[in-house]
Protein backbone atom coordinates (compact mmCIF):
# COMPACT_ATOMS: atom_id res chain seq x y z
CA UNK A 1 0.00 0.00 0.00
CA UNK A 2 2.88 1.95 0.58
CA UNK A 3 3.92 2.14 -3.02
CA UNK A 4 0.79 2.57 -4.03
CA UNK A 5 0.49 5.34 -1.78
CA UNK A 6 3.51 7.25 -2.85
CA UNK A 7 2.90 6.74 -6.62
CA UNK A 8 -0.26 8.78 -6.02
CA UNK A 9 1.40 11.79 -3.61
CA UNK A 10 3.88 11.91 -6.78
CA UNK A 11 0.90 12.38 -9.67
CA UNK A 12 -0.65 14.82 -6.96
CA UNK A 13 2.64 16.73 -7.35
CA UNK A 14 2.94 16.58 -10.98
CA UNK A 15 -0.44 17.95 -11.42
CA UNK A 16 0.46 20.94 -9.04
CA UNK A 17 3.91 21.41 -10.71
CA UNK A 18 1.72 21.46 -14.16
CA UNK A 19 -0.69 24.11 -12.87
CA UNK A 20 2.19 25.94 -11.86
CA UNK A 21 3.96 25.78 -14.99
CA UNK A 22 1.15 26.88 -16.94
CA UNK A 23 0.04 29.67 -14.41
CA UNK A 24 3.81 30.85 -15.04
CA UNK A 25 3.73 29.95 -19.11
CA UNK A 26 0.19 33.02 -19.18
CA UNK A 27 1.93 35.09 -16.48
CA UNK A 28 4.86 35.25 -18.67
CA UNK A 29 2.75 35.18 -22.33
CA UNK A 30 0.80 38.56 -20.20
CA UNK A 31 4.18 40.34 -19.32
CA UNK A 32 5.41 39.38 -22.90
CA UNK A 33 2.49 40.44 -25.25
CA UNK A 34 2.71 44.20 -25.03
CA UNK A 35 6.18 44.26 -25.95
CA UNK A 36 5.52 41.94 -28.97
CA UNK A 37 2.16 43.88 -30.50
CA UNK A 38 4.84 46.82 -30.44
CA UNK A 39 7.57 45.22 -32.40
CA UNK A 40 7.94 46.61 -35.92
CA UNK A 41 7.42 43.63 -38.86
CA UNK A 42 10.16 43.64 -40.84
CA UNK A 43 9.40 45.53 -44.19
CA UNK A 44 8.09 43.82 -47.30
CA UNK A 45 9.30 44.47 -50.81
CA UNK A 46 7.61 44.42 -53.95
CA UNK A 47 7.87 42.95 -57.31
CA UNK A 48 5.86 44.46 -59.61
CA UNK A 49 4.84 42.30 -62.72
CA UNK A 50 3.45 44.33 -65.60
CA UNK A 51 2.75 41.85 -69.61
CA UNK A 52 0.39 39.55 -71.26
CA UNK A 53 -0.71 35.97 -70.82
CA UNK A 54 3.16 35.38 -70.66
CA UNK A 55 3.52 37.02 -67.26
CA UNK A 56 0.14 35.78 -66.18
CA UNK A 57 1.40 32.29 -66.20
CA UNK A 58 -1.07 30.82 -69.19
CA UNK A 59 -0.98 27.73 -70.86
CA UNK A 60 -3.80 26.87 -73.32
CA UNK A 61 -4.08 23.37 -71.71
CA UNK A 62 -4.70 24.63 -67.95
CA UNK A 63 -7.19 26.73 -69.54
CA UNK A 64 -9.13 24.47 -70.85
CA UNK A 65 -8.02 21.54 -68.58
CA UNK A 66 -10.38 23.82 -65.80
CA UNK A 67 -12.77 25.82 -67.96
CA UNK A 68 -15.19 27.51 -67.41
CA UNK A 69 -13.70 27.76 -63.53
CA UNK A 70 -10.61 29.88 -64.27
CA UNK A 71 -9.15 31.13 -60.99
CA UNK A 72 -5.69 32.33 -61.71
CA UNK A 73 -4.47 29.81 -59.03
CA UNK A 74 -4.44 27.92 -61.59
CA UNK A 75 -2.02 29.74 -63.28
CA UNK A 76 0.52 30.21 -60.25
CA UNK A 77 4.01 28.16 -62.55
CA UNK A 78 5.04 31.34 -64.73
CA UNK A 79 8.04 32.84 -64.89
CA UNK A 80 7.02 35.34 -62.05
CA UNK A 81 6.25 32.70 -59.88
CA UNK A 82 9.85 31.54 -60.29
CA UNK A 83 11.91 34.96 -61.06
CA UNK A 84 10.05 35.81 -57.00
CA UNK A 85 11.19 32.55 -55.71
CA UNK A 86 15.07 33.93 -57.26
CA UNK A 87 14.84 37.15 -55.65
CA UNK A 88 13.76 35.82 -52.16
CA UNK A 89 17.01 34.62 -52.28
CA UNK A 90 18.49 38.02 -53.42
CA UNK A 91 20.59 39.91 -51.32
CA UNK A 92 19.32 43.36 -53.36
CA UNK A 93 15.63 42.71 -52.50
CA UNK A 94 15.37 39.93 -49.12
CA UNK A 95 12.80 37.56 -47.64
CA UNK A 96 9.86 39.67 -47.32
CA UNK A 97 9.55 40.17 -51.22
CA UNK A 98 5.93 39.77 -52.57
CA UNK A 99 4.56 39.44 -55.94
CA UNK A 100 2.03 41.82 -57.56
CA UNK A 101 0.97 40.66 -61.05
CA UNK A 102 -1.04 43.03 -63.07
CA UNK A 103 -0.39 40.24 -66.12
CA UNK A 104 -3.37 39.92 -68.38
CA UNK A 105 -3.70 37.54 -71.14
CA UNK A 106 -3.77 39.01 -74.75
CA UNK A 107 -3.24 41.91 -73.29
CA UNK A 108 -1.66 44.71 -75.77
CA UNK A 109 1.38 47.39 -75.84
CA UNK A 110 -1.96 49.53 -76.18
CA UNK A 111 -3.94 47.80 -74.10
CA UNK A 112 -1.37 48.12 -71.06
CA UNK A 113 -1.00 51.83 -71.49
CA UNK A 114 -4.56 52.38 -71.78
CA UNK A 115 -6.67 55.28 -72.74
CA UNK A 116 -5.95 57.76 -70.24
CA UNK A 117 -4.35 60.69 -72.34
CA UNK A 118 -2.11 61.78 -69.29
CA UNK A 119 0.31 59.22 -69.50
CA UNK A 120 0.18 58.62 -73.19
CA UNK A 121 -2.74 56.74 -73.60
CA UNK A 122 -5.14 57.45 -76.58
CA UNK A 123 -9.07 57.34 -76.84
CA UNK A 124 -9.68 54.16 -79.06
CA UNK A 125 -10.83 54.20 -82.36
CA UNK A 126 -11.51 50.26 -82.70
CA UNK A 127 -13.84 48.26 -80.68
CA UNK A 128 -12.68 46.00 -78.20
CA UNK A 129 -13.88 42.83 -79.77
CA UNK A 130 -12.30 41.91 -83.35
CA UNK A 131 -8.64 42.26 -84.27
CA UNK A 132 -6.92 44.51 -81.89
CA UNK A 133 -5.41 46.76 -84.47
CA UNK A 134 -3.64 50.06 -83.25
CA UNK A 135 -6.30 52.04 -83.16
CA UNK A 136 -7.40 49.76 -79.55
CA UNK A 137 -6.19 51.19 -76.60
CA UNK A 138 -9.06 49.66 -74.40
CA UNK A 139 -7.28 47.47 -71.72
CA UNK A 140 -7.37 44.13 -70.81
CA UNK A 141 -10.10 42.48 -72.60
CA UNK A 142 -9.77 39.15 -71.28
CA UNK A 143 -10.97 40.66 -67.65
CA UNK A 144 -13.15 43.46 -69.23
CA UNK A 145 -14.85 41.97 -71.78
CA UNK A 146 -14.66 38.72 -71.43
CA UNK A 147 -14.87 38.77 -67.37
CA UNK A 148 -12.18 36.34 -66.32
CA UNK A 149 -10.56 37.07 -62.81
CA UNK A 150 -6.83 38.11 -62.76
CA UNK A 151 -3.97 37.69 -60.13
CA UNK A 152 -4.10 41.05 -59.20
CA UNK A 153 -7.28 43.35 -59.46
CA UNK A 154 -7.57 46.14 -61.75
CA UNK A 155 -10.43 48.01 -60.40
CA UNK A 156 -11.53 49.76 -64.28
CA UNK A 157 -7.74 50.72 -64.80
CA UNK A 158 -5.18 50.01 -67.19
CA UNK A 159 -1.64 48.32 -65.77
CA UNK A 160 0.14 51.60 -66.29
CA UNK A 161 -2.34 53.43 -64.00
CA UNK A 162 -2.13 50.73 -61.46
CA UNK A 163 1.36 50.64 -61.19
CA UNK A 164 1.05 54.24 -60.75
CA UNK A 165 -0.92 53.67 -58.05
CA UNK A 166 0.87 50.98 -56.56
CA UNK A 167 3.97 52.68 -56.79
CA UNK A 168 2.49 55.52 -55.26
CA UNK A 169 0.91 53.67 -52.47
CA UNK A 170 4.22 51.75 -51.45
CA UNK A 171 6.93 53.62 -52.46
CA UNK A 172 5.07 57.41 -51.53
CA UNK A 173 4.33 58.12 -47.47
CA UNK A 174 3.69 56.13 -45.68
CA UNK A 175 5.34 53.20 -47.64
CA UNK A 176 3.23 49.48 -47.56
CA UNK A 177 6.10 47.82 -49.16
CA UNK A 178 8.45 49.39 -51.26
CA UNK A 179 8.54 48.10 -54.89
CA UNK A 180 12.15 47.36 -55.67
CA UNK A 181 12.08 45.64 -59.30
CA UNK A 182 9.31 45.67 -62.24
CA UNK A 183 9.34 43.38 -65.30
CA UNK A 184 7.79 44.67 -68.50
CA UNK A 185 6.97 41.92 -71.37
CA UNK A 186 4.78 43.00 -73.71
CA UNK A 187 3.87 43.43 -77.44
CA UNK A 188 3.52 39.51 -78.61
CA UNK A 189 -0.05 40.17 -78.69
CA UNK A 190 0.35 43.31 -81.19
CA UNK A 191 2.17 40.48 -83.34
CA UNK A 192 -0.42 37.98 -83.60
CA UNK A 193 -3.21 41.37 -84.55
CA UNK A 194 -1.17 41.99 -87.20
CA UNK A 195 -0.76 38.30 -88.54
CA UNK A 196 -4.54 37.85 -88.15
CA UNK A 197 -5.35 41.49 -89.94
CA UNK A 198 -2.87 40.63 -93.16
CA UNK A 199 -4.62 36.68 -93.27
CA UNK A 200 -7.74 38.76 -93.39
CA UNK A 201 -6.83 41.68 -95.89
CA UNK A 202 -5.22 39.23 -98.39
CA UNK A 203 -7.94 37.00 -97.82
CA UNK A 204 -11.07 39.27 -98.51
CA UNK A 205 -8.74 40.86 -101.47
CA UNK A 206 -8.22 37.25 -103.04
CA UNK A 207 -11.96 36.42 -102.28
CA UNK A 208 -13.45 39.61 -103.61
CA UNK A 209 -11.35 40.88 -106.39
CA UNK A 210 -9.11 37.89 -107.03
CA UNK A 211 -6.07 39.76 -106.50
CA UNK A 212 -4.38 41.41 -103.73
CA UNK A 213 -1.81 44.97 -103.70
CA UNK A 214 0.67 45.00 -101.37
CA UNK A 215 3.17 47.66 -100.90
CA UNK A 216 7.34 47.36 -101.32
CA UNK A 217 7.91 45.95 -97.70
CA UNK A 218 11.53 48.66 -98.70
CA UNK A 219 9.41 51.81 -98.64
CA UNK A 220 6.39 52.89 -96.63
CA UNK A 221 2.93 52.02 -98.03
CA UNK A 222 2.06 54.32 -100.87
CA UNK A 223 5.32 55.60 -101.59
CA UNK A 224 5.87 56.14 -105.23
CA UNK A 225 9.08 55.58 -105.00
CA UNK A 226 9.11 51.80 -104.76
CA UNK A 227 5.65 51.67 -105.70
CA UNK A 228 3.25 48.20 -105.03
CA UNK A 229 2.68 44.71 -106.60
CA UNK A 230 -0.16 43.09 -107.75
CA UNK A 231 -0.42 39.44 -106.86
CA UNK A 232 -3.05 37.71 -108.75
CA UNK A 233 -4.86 34.40 -109.35
CA UNK A 234 -4.93 32.92 -112.37
CA UNK A 235 -7.01 29.53 -111.35
CA UNK A 236 -3.88 27.21 -110.97
CA UNK A 237 -3.82 25.58 -107.43
CA UNK A 238 0.27 26.12 -106.77
CA UNK A 239 0.53 29.40 -108.42
CA UNK A 240 -2.25 30.76 -106.14
CA UNK A 241 -1.18 29.01 -103.47
CA UNK A 242 2.34 30.96 -104.24
CA UNK A 243 0.26 34.19 -105.03
CA UNK A 244 -1.55 34.09 -101.78
CA UNK A 245 1.70 33.36 -99.30
CA UNK A 246 3.52 35.88 -100.99
CA UNK A 247 1.11 38.39 -100.73
CA UNK A 248 0.77 37.87 -96.86
CA UNK A 249 4.36 37.86 -96.40
CA UNK A 250 4.54 41.28 -97.94
CA UNK A 251 1.49 42.67 -95.99
CA UNK A 252 3.27 41.33 -93.25
CA UNK A 253 6.38 42.94 -93.64
CA UNK A 254 5.39 46.09 -94.51
CA UNK A 255 3.33 46.15 -91.50
CA UNK A 256 5.83 45.41 -89.30
CA UNK A 257 8.25 47.51 -90.67
CA UNK A 258 6.05 50.83 -90.49
CA UNK A 259 3.16 50.24 -88.49
CA UNK A 260 3.99 46.99 -85.61
CA UNK A 261 7.70 47.34 -84.91
CA UNK A 262 7.41 51.29 -84.34
CA UNK A 263 4.07 50.80 -82.11
CA UNK A 264 5.31 48.50 -79.99
CA UNK A 265 8.32 50.11 -79.63
CA UNK A 266 7.07 53.65 -78.70
CA UNK A 267 4.92 51.76 -76.27
CA UNK A 268 7.60 50.01 -74.40
CA UNK A 269 9.52 52.96 -74.18
CA UNK A 270 7.00 55.47 -73.23
CA UNK A 271 5.94 52.83 -70.32
CA UNK A 272 8.98 52.66 -68.75
CA UNK A 273 9.23 56.61 -68.98
CA UNK A 274 5.91 57.06 -67.03
CA UNK A 275 6.47 54.69 -64.53
CA UNK A 276 10.29 56.38 -64.12
CA UNK A 277 8.34 60.00 -64.44
CA UNK A 278 5.18 59.68 -62.90
CA UNK A 279 6.12 57.00 -60.68
CA UNK A 280 9.36 58.20 -59.80
CA UNK A 281 10.97 54.22 -59.52
CA UNK A 282 14.18 54.35 -60.11
CA UNK A 283 14.70 50.59 -59.43
CA UNK A 284 15.18 47.66 -61.88
CA UNK A 285 12.99 47.32 -64.71
CA UNK A 286 13.50 44.16 -66.39
CA UNK A 287 12.47 44.52 -70.19
CA UNK A 288 11.83 41.09 -71.93
CA UNK A 289 12.75 40.44 -75.43
CA UNK A 290 10.63 38.67 -78.17
CA UNK A 291 11.03 34.91 -78.72
CA UNK A 292 9.63 32.71 -81.70
CA UNK A 293 7.21 29.83 -81.58
CA UNK A 294 5.76 30.19 -84.79
CA UNK A 295 8.78 29.87 -86.99
CA UNK A 296 8.09 26.51 -88.97
CA UNK A 297 4.69 28.16 -89.47
CA UNK A 298 5.90 31.56 -90.38
CA UNK A 299 9.25 30.49 -93.14
CA UNK A 300 12.33 33.53 -92.31
CA UNK A 301 10.07 34.41 -89.05
CA UNK A 302 12.95 34.63 -86.73
CA UNK A 303 14.78 37.27 -88.89
CA UNK A 304 11.50 39.16 -88.47
CA UNK A 305 11.42 38.77 -84.67
CA UNK A 306 15.20 39.47 -84.24
CA UNK A 307 14.33 42.88 -85.97
CA UNK A 308 11.80 43.38 -83.62
CA UNK A 309 14.40 43.01 -80.45
CA UNK A 310 16.84 44.84 -81.95
CA UNK A 311 14.73 47.95 -82.50
CA UNK A 312 12.69 47.80 -78.57
CA UNK A 313 16.56 47.47 -77.13
CA UNK A 314 17.67 50.46 -79.66
CA UNK A 315 14.90 52.54 -78.51
CA UNK A 316 15.49 51.67 -74.99
CA UNK A 317 19.05 52.73 -75.21
CA UNK A 318 18.48 56.03 -76.78
CA UNK A 319 15.59 56.70 -73.73
CA UNK A 320 17.84 58.58 -71.54
CA UNK A 321 16.59 55.71 -68.50
CA UNK A 322 19.51 54.22 -66.83
CA UNK A 323 17.69 51.39 -65.08
CA UNK A 324 16.61 49.20 -67.53
CA UNK A 325 17.66 45.72 -67.93
CA UNK A 326 17.66 43.87 -71.17
CA UNK A 327 16.10 40.15 -71.33
CA UNK A 328 17.44 38.01 -73.99
CA UNK A 329 14.89 35.13 -74.30
CA UNK A 330 15.08 34.49 -78.03
CA UNK A 331 18.54 32.70 -78.35
CA UNK A 332 17.85 30.03 -75.80
CA UNK A 333 14.24 29.84 -77.10
CA UNK A 334 15.10 29.56 -80.47
CA UNK A 335 18.41 28.08 -79.88
CA UNK A 336 20.26 30.71 -82.20
CA UNK A 337 23.01 30.14 -84.33
CA UNK A 338 22.33 26.34 -83.95
CA UNK A 339 20.59 25.60 -87.17
CA UNK A 340 17.45 24.02 -87.68
CA UNK A 341 17.40 20.86 -86.06
CA UNK A 342 18.18 22.35 -82.83
CA UNK A 343 16.09 24.85 -82.89
CA UNK A 344 12.85 22.62 -83.56
CA UNK A 345 13.92 20.84 -80.09
CA UNK A 346 14.26 24.64 -78.30
CA UNK A 347 10.87 25.23 -79.37
CA UNK A 348 9.46 21.45 -78.59
CA UNK A 349 10.99 21.58 -75.27
CA UNK A 350 10.25 26.02 -74.17
CA UNK A 351 7.23 25.75 -75.36
CA UNK A 352 3.49 24.38 -75.75
CA UNK A 353 3.82 24.24 -79.87
CA UNK A 354 4.07 20.37 -79.95
CA UNK A 355 2.30 19.50 -76.78
CA UNK A 356 -0.19 17.03 -78.55
CA UNK A 357 -3.21 17.92 -75.97
CA UNK A 358 -3.17 21.54 -77.79
CA UNK A 359 -3.18 21.10 -81.42
CA UNK A 360 -4.91 23.31 -83.50
CA UNK A 361 -6.55 22.42 -86.99
CA UNK A 362 -2.92 21.29 -88.61
CA UNK A 363 -2.00 23.55 -91.84
CA UNK A 364 0.12 21.05 -93.26
CA UNK A 365 3.11 23.72 -92.40
CA UNK A 366 4.35 21.96 -89.36
CA UNK A 367 2.43 18.90 -88.36
CA UNK A 368 2.01 17.81 -84.41
CA UNK A 369 3.36 21.01 -84.01
CA UNK A 370 0.93 23.85 -84.45
CA UNK A 371 0.09 24.55 -81.01
CA UNK A 372 -0.33 26.61 -77.69
CA UNK A 373 2.59 29.70 -78.09
CA UNK A 374 2.93 29.78 -74.80
CA UNK A 375 5.87 28.54 -73.05
CA UNK A 376 5.65 25.27 -71.19
CA UNK A 377 6.72 24.90 -67.47
CA UNK A 378 10.13 24.12 -68.90
CA UNK A 379 10.59 27.13 -70.80
CA UNK A 380 8.71 29.54 -68.11
CA UNK A 381 11.67 28.40 -65.63
CA UNK A 382 14.28 29.20 -67.62
CA UNK A 383 12.67 32.63 -68.63
CA UNK A 384 12.81 33.10 -65.23
CA UNK A 385 16.29 32.64 -64.82
CA UNK A 386 16.82 34.32 -67.87
CA UNK A 387 14.84 37.12 -66.12
CA UNK A 388 17.12 37.00 -62.65
CA UNK A 389 20.43 36.99 -64.65
CA UNK A 390 19.27 40.88 -66.21
CA UNK A 391 17.83 41.59 -62.91
CA UNK A 392 21.50 41.27 -61.52
CA UNK A 393 23.08 42.33 -64.68
CA UNK A 394 24.17 45.91 -65.11
CA UNK A 395 21.70 48.10 -66.92
CA UNK A 396 21.96 48.71 -70.23
CA UNK A 397 24.01 51.85 -71.66
Known amino acids: MQAMHGFATLRARGRLIGCCAALTMALAAFVIAPAAANAIAPPTTTYLALGDSISFGYTAEKFNLHFPNESPSYFEEGFTNYLTTDLHHATEIGKTIRLVNDGCPGETSNGLIGENEAIGGQKSTEGPEGIQGVGDWHPCRYHFVNGLPLHNSLGLTSQLENALAVLGAENGSGAKGKVEA ?6 SNDELAGIEGCKKEVGEEFGSKFFSVQPNSKSAPGDPEDGTKVYALNGESAH ?26 KN ?33 SDGLQGLVNLRVKEALEKSGLTNIHWADVMTKFNALGK ?16 NPNVQTPSTGTDPGCEGDIHPSLTGYKLMAKIMNEAYLAPAIP
Open 240 to 265: DQAEEAEAFKQCLLGHASFVLIPNIT
Open 182 to 187: ISLQIG
Open 339 to 354: GPVAEKKAIAKYTEMC
Open 268 to 300: ITDTAKVIDEFGGFTGPIVVMGFYNPQTFLLKG
